[in-house]
């Protein structure tokens, strides 16, 4: 059975930092890309960055270029996402997905096959 699991959210000032940590198990990520993405409230599901398990290959959403960063860890079978210099903007749920996707499809969350449960980021102004 897969599991997602997202932990480092929570509530911190404009401008600070956090990471974010989501475990994988239950079967072999190899050739799958790894997606962040978050939900704020009253807004859709939307793209925040992503890798390629095998290459490590990164995509972000332009919203957050200079300021996150996507890595990975293959002998923990975790994706961590780094988050710098946040704004109350950046304030949401952020979930963990995991699918097999051509580079096009994958801002598109209808392609991830696996969800994690989210964890909530509040940034204060």
Same mark, same amino acid.
């Given at each position: ?12 000032? %404009?401008?600070? #930092? ?12 190899? *050739?799958? &890309? ?7 409230? *009253?807004?859709? !599901?939307?793209?925040? %960055?992503?890798? !390629? ?5 990164? $995509? @972000? ?7 996150? #960063?996507?890595? !990975? ?6 994706? $961590?996402?780094?988050?710098? #210099? ?6 949401? &749920?952020? $979930?963990?997905? %995991? ?12 392609? @991830?096959?696996?969800?994690?449960? *989210?964890?909530? &980021?509040?940034?204060? #102004?």
């Amino acid at each position: 059975q897969v599991s997602l699991v997202e932990s480092g959210g929570g509530l911190v000032q %404009a401008g600070g #930092s956090l990471r974010l940590s989501c475990a994988a198990s239950g079967r072999t990520f190899s *050739g799958y &890309v790894m997606g962040w993405f978050r939900q704020a409230p *009253g807004k859709e !599901r939307e793209f925040v %960055a992503a890798i !390629r398990w095998n290459s490590g290959r990164t $995509y @972000y959403a332009d919203s957050v270029k200079g300021r996150f #960063s996507i890595s !990975r860890d293959n002998a923990k079978n975790t994706v $961590y996402l780094q988050m710098n #210099s946040l704004k109350p903007e950046d304030t949401a &749920v952020y $979930y963990c997905a %995991a699918g097999v996707m051509v580079a096009a499809d994958i801002p598109l969350s209808p392609k @991830y096959d696996y969800w994690g449960q *989210g964890t909530q &980021v509040t940034v204060s #102004s």
